[in-house]
């Protein structure tokens, strides 16, 4: 529970350059600063897709909190998870259509992690969110038309559920916005819990 005043949310700092991430908070009506970490997101041996988001997201609110002494920073990182096996951003096209061909007509996991860390309270919360995705069968012409547009190119797991990307997905189990990269409600309840209320809130 909270035990101080809330107050209007009126910047959040991004340690993230995805695009998605930035239109998703946008939505809302908040004021963003987008400061990407520029992190080394590759992979670490030892570390399975769930505890490999868990840690880009620290790394990448760390890295920008380090430099940041009033605005609270969000640092958020997705993985797909094949049989635990990570399935990141793919090199270049061959590597994406090889993704997509494994993915094709059956299920997986994406995580989503996130941090937040508030300088003005000195808290910091961290949560993660999994849905799990099923593939429509895909013949290696649709692969191949898909991988052409470049959507997968800089997605995890080569491709984005939102546009084109939709179009390969059977159905889904668990939150939208977790897939897309960010599972809003959790950061916007996380938010709340800082003592933060959003800008619309505050103006009602």
Known sequence: MQSFDARELRELVLASGSPR???????LGIRLAV???????????GYGPL????LHASAKTDAVAARERFRPILGADTVVDVDGIVFGKPRDAADAARMLSILSGREHLVHTAFVIADPSSGRRIARDATTRVRFNPLDPAEIARYVATGDPLDKAGAYGIQGLGATLVERIDGDFYTVMGL??????????ELGYVMPAEARA
């Open 183 to 192: 599972p809003l409600g959790a950061v916007i309840r996380s938010l709340r």
């Open 21 to 27: 991430r930035r239109e998703l908070l946008a939505s």
């Open 51 to 54: 505890e490999l988001a868990r």
């Open 35 to 45: 400061i990407p970490s520029d992190i080394d997101e590759g992979d670490r041996p």
